[in-house]
């Protein structure tokens, strides 16, 4: 008698090596969504550096970086209801904590931050002086510049 098919062990070896295959797969996917996260963190700090010079050039200061001024509420760079406050709410969604930002008194400095993702334990900062760094630990919250 001449029977044609698989085997159930033949079955569950195969199945067995697509879940391996599998699992391997998914594992890499979530190290490049963790590693686009990071770059979605850092365009979004570069944005606010840009901006931040832009603010500079027009008012001579780095006052609507940070802080909300004027009559209107939203008119700081990092404000969730301001012109740029896509990048903030970006920069959040994609480092798990709203990008913390300080300027000096005088607002002739500043510096902005977020945690990273891939880089646990890593913080990008962008400061007024042009610096765009990874650094290893928070900067101090009174920060106006990356260390």
Do not use: H
Request: hydrophobic fraction near 40%; charged fraction near 15%.
């Amino acid at each position: 008698m001449n029977k044609r098919g698989f085997t159930l062990i033949e079955l569950l070896v195969v199945i067995a090596i697509i879940g391996v295959l599998s699992s391997i797969v998914l594992v890499s996917v979530n190290g490049a969504r963790n590693k686009a996260k990071d770059t979605a963190i850092k365009g979004g700090l570069d944005q606010v550096r840009i901006a931040g010079e832009l603010s500079y050039d027009t008012d001579g200061s780095y006052s609507a970086v940070c802080t909300e001024e004027g009559a209107a509420a939203g008119n700081s760079t990092l404000s969730a209801t301001g012109d740029y406050g896509r990048i903030a709410t970006n920069v959040e969604t994609n480092a798990g904590s709203a990008p913390a930002c300080n300027e000096n008194t005088s607002s002739t400095a500043y510096a902005a931050w977020a945690p990273l993702v891939a880089a646990s334990g890593s913080y990008i900062c962008v400061d007024s002086t042009g610096a765009s760094k990874t650094l290893e630990a928070a900067p101090a919250a009174d920060a106006t510049v990356c260390p």
